[in-house]
């Protein structure tokens, strides 16, 4: 169940795309209270002095004029279309392997509206380029998408997230938590949105675990935006006096992890592994690897695909528990 607020739910970022929308349409232009007047009719309910701030913040990296006739102010802009776009086939080509990218996260909000404009962009050029773009489409394929692997994300949560964090408003939420199987009840400050392996999380401050943790949106049950501020520039600062460094932070230490690889393993880790360590060093024992992270469940599953191929040197608790859950497979 998802709680909202009265009237549209609309971040200042969103609020102020609206507002460029309608000085866009006009050549004319409109006055304050005719914007604050549209804006009313589509459901959002702000004060003319909030509409000649969000003016005054776009005119600085948009052409926006103001002209003064019979005593009142007009604000217009430069409309910010697509018409009859012509497309080289190598722009072509890299607008349809964006697409195809894109195809990993149409399950989220921003997903599919990101793939929605990339046809928005090629339906406003040149038919012939339509044409060329369906052809080339058809040339690329994303292997590593799972469909049955994809979170199911309420897209109203994603939305309302977004918004939380543009406005910097706290939210509260009733979180599932894999580790523990309970729901708990939460106060979060959220920062950001991240993608870790296509799933969608919001990282933030959670109030219950006084520190800064990452939530999938998937696992959200219940969620509402509250009308209580946090200071983000305040927040920061803090963490830097801490020396924490921010939105690296998982809710678990982080700690050194030293892996010695051998076999194939080798060749593998050097191939498709190294971006993970801090540093890879060969010896004729095997590849050492370097590196810093929060022993996490997901770190721990990824250790344990290498197998026998794999030895923990630190820490020493994971390599204990590795040990004995070796030992336990092998009484069975």
Known sequence: MVEERKGKDTS?????????????????????????????????????????????????????????????????????????????????????????????YSHLRMGSHAISFIDKI?????????????????HFKHAGIRNDSRDVINADVEKMIQNAIDNQNKIEIEYYSFSSDESTRRVVHPYQ???????LCVEGYCELRKEVRRFRLSRIQKMEVLDVKFDLEK???????????????SGEKVEELVLLFTGESIRYVKEYEAKRSKRLEETEKGLYFYGETA??????????????????????????????????????
Do not use: C
């Open 12 to 104: 200042v970022s969103q609020r102020q795309i609206y507002i460029l929308s309608l000085l866009s349409e006009n050549p004319k232009g409109y006055q304050a209270e005719e914007i604050r007047q549209r804006l009313h009719n589509w459901g959002i309910d702000v004060s003319r002095r909030t509409i000649t701030r969000d003016i005054d913040e776009l005119s600085l990296n948009y052409g926006i004029g103001e002209e003064e006739r019979g005593g009142k102010t007009y604000y217009f802009a430069d409309k910010y279309t697509l018409k009859n776009v012509d497309f080289t086939i190598e722009d072509l080509a890299s607008l349809a392997f964006t697409k195809e990218m894109l195809k990993e």
């Open 122 to 138: 090629v339906e406003q050029s040149a038919s012939l380029n339509k044409l060329q773009f369906d052809a080339l489409g058809s």
């Open 193 to 199: 949105l991240l993608l870790i392996d296509s799933y």
């Open 235 to 249: 927040e920061l600062s803090e963490f830097a006096k801490k020396n924490e460094t921010f939105l690296k932070l």
């Open 295 to 332: 022993i996490a469940p997901d770190v721990i599953r990824w250790i344990r695909g290498f197998g026998p191929e794999v030895q923990v040197i630190e820490p020493a608790w994971l390599a204990k528990q590795l040990y004995q859950e070796a030992e336990t497979l092998i009484r069975r």
